[in-house]
């Protein structure tokens, strides 16, 4: 190993659409790394956006900020890459973003080289390697089979350093990469140049989520610097500072384990890190240990439909009905139902969720306590959009007018919409928590380089 | 009664991918983190999070004077019946869980932890690929 070697790699903010300290970028770029690495998303905001292949943000929003990225890495003269492109990394996804790219090309009138590396999977695959064993489930366990594999409209296997170190070898300017690990993007290029591997995918866990591991989490932008024995962390922001606590504690942060964290080809171990100050802002960290294992994996996400669902909101601010809400709430529901399951049949799910006492936390809240109103949000789910639909209207008049009594005055609630039924399409769920068997790490994912010109 | 939050500094939950939730309990000194240790006990974590003991992983971190806790989520992320797409209010069954027996138990009994040695794990098993 090179005891020289030392690596930059800029992290402007925790993932493209989030926003950045623009001067903290801009101070990076002086700083000059050798590669600037951003994340485009997670499963974080659940299932929608793997399900429908979409971004979670704004359009705009991602071209502004994209914009500026490519034009930081213009005058840096070094790779950019965005793992996980468009919120979920499948295949569309990645495709939207290389449309946007090319569209600030044209604007920018500046030619790039772009790498894109696709992690989507076609369902035969994953079957064929199901029925070969190379498929196994991750804890907790969730039951799958040929029919929820056919049903996916997305499955995504997670890249890891292997897979960006083939686009990186492409010598492309930008990658764009669909799903990857979190970390992959940053720990790719030290690993590559033979950097401490333990170190090296420590240091990106730390810096996945940009100055989320300092004092000022806003200001965005850390420069992680990895070399033969481990890395320091920078933060660019003017106000943020990186010490032991904000550094140790970042393993902390959205991980179920905090000592280990699991990676295509092994897994990192963090119980023997020792975190030392450097100075008032920069930490440097050693003792990460890197275990790789014997068989290759990936991990898979996929998405299906989970039915179609329409909802319906109603206030109540009569002190009465309040006092007396999960009564009424029940009565609603039980007429509902029932009507609709002579109606509709029985193929639907209605459930009623009171805002202001429990929706939160259902009936695991000890605590709830009631104020001087409440929302009722109705929640249909059906196989059907019609269905729903139909079921959302059948609730509408229980939810405007049911008495707590047969003997009282009908009385109206607040609907604050026309109508009242909110139609929320179909809905999606994550049903695969399962890794891959690969004999080499690019067999399931493709690599194409594309010379976009102004 | 005195509840979690106000024996500790911060407590506060996430999801870990779809199927996990995580909570980490903040003390600001190494007597609140003693006392956090006996006051967030396991069964009576389990029982506030209405999950099974089997289910919850507990993490006791000296260094960081931090309590984690993970577990699958009781409703997968996103689909029909969860309630909370990032688990962020999970936090607030163990921030309002009454810990006054506990506590006492705990200023009662000697307790020693550990200075600057690495993160001592109490009960792993969780082992995420790849989150």
Known sequence: ?454 | MTKLAEITQKIRSKNAGPFWITIDIFCSDDAEFKRALIAADSEHVAHALGISMADLKRYDMPDLRVVKFSFPRPIIQGTRFDRDMHGASFANLLAELDVTAKAKRASASVFFVKQRTPFQKSCVTCDLANH
């Open chain 1, 1 to 454: 190993m090179d005891k020289s070697v030392t690596i930059k790699i800029l992290i402007p903010s925790g993932a493209l659409g989030l926003g950045y300290d623009r001067d903290a970028l801009m101070r990076g770029i002086e700083h000059k790394p050798d590669l600037i690495a951003i994340d485009g998303g997670s499963t974080d905001s659940g299932p929608h956006y793997l399900g429908t292949g979409t971004s979670k943000y704004s359009r705009s929003s991602i071209k502004s900020e994209w914009r500026q990225l490519m034009q930081a890495r213009a005058i840096a003269n070094v790779p950019l890459v965005i793992g996980t492109a468009g919120t979920c990394g499948a295949d569309d996804a990645v495709d939207w973003l290389l449309d946007i790219t090319k569209e600030i090309v044209k604007e920018t009138d500046q030619d790039v080289t772009v790498a894109i590396l696709k992690s989507g999977q076609p369902a035969d695959r994953v079957i064929s390697a199901f029925d070969d064993g190379r498929i196994t489930p991750l804890q907790p366990l969730i039951d799958i089979d040929h029919a929820v594999l056919q049903n996916c409209t997305n499955i995504v296997a997670l890249a890891g350093a292997e897979q960006i170190q083939a686009a990186l070898n492409t010598g492309a300017e930008i990658i764009i990469a669909g799903r990857a690990t979190d970390t992959a993007t940053i720990a790719a290029l030290p690993l590559l140049r033979g950097c401490h591997a333990g170190g090296a995918w420590h240091g990106a866990k730390i810096g996945e989520c940009g100055a989320l591991a300092t004092t000022n989490p806003s200001s965005g932008t850390i420069m992680i610097t990895f070399d033969a024995d481990g890395f320091t962390v920078e933060p660019m922001g003017q106000n943020a500072r990186a010490t032991p606590y904000t550094v140790s504690a970042h393993m902390l942060y959205e991980n179920s384990n905090p000592l280990k964290l699991y990676e295509p080809g092994g897994h990192l171990d963090v119980t023997g890190a020792s975190y030392t100050a450097l100075d008032e802002r920069r930490v440097r960290v050693t003792g990460s240990k890197w275990f790789p294992s014997d068989i290759y994996t990936v991990k898979l996400e996929g998405a299906r439909c989970g039915g179609y669902q329409c909802v319906s909101l109603a206030l109540i601010r009569e002190a009465r009905y309040v006092q007396n809400i999960q009564n009424w709430t029940y009565a609603v529901e039980e007429k509902c139902r029932k009507k609709a399951e002579e109606q509709v049949g029985e193929d639907f799910t209605l459930e009623l969720r009171i805002i202001g006492l429990n929706a939160t936390l259902g009936a695991q809240d000890l605590n709830s306590q009631i104020g001087s109103e409440v929302g009722v949000l109705g929640i249909i789910t059906a196989p059907s959009e019609l269905v729903a639909k139909e079921v959302a209207k059948m609730l509408n008049p229980y939810l405007l007018h049911m008495p707590l009594t047969d003997d009282e005055e009908m009385p109206t609630f607040a609907f604050p919409f026309s109508p009242n039924e909110m139609n929320r399409g179909e809905i999606y769920e994550f049903c695969l928590n399962h890794v891959m068997e690969l004999d080499d790490p690019m067999q399931a994912f493709s690599l194409t380089i594309e010379q976009v010109r102004a």
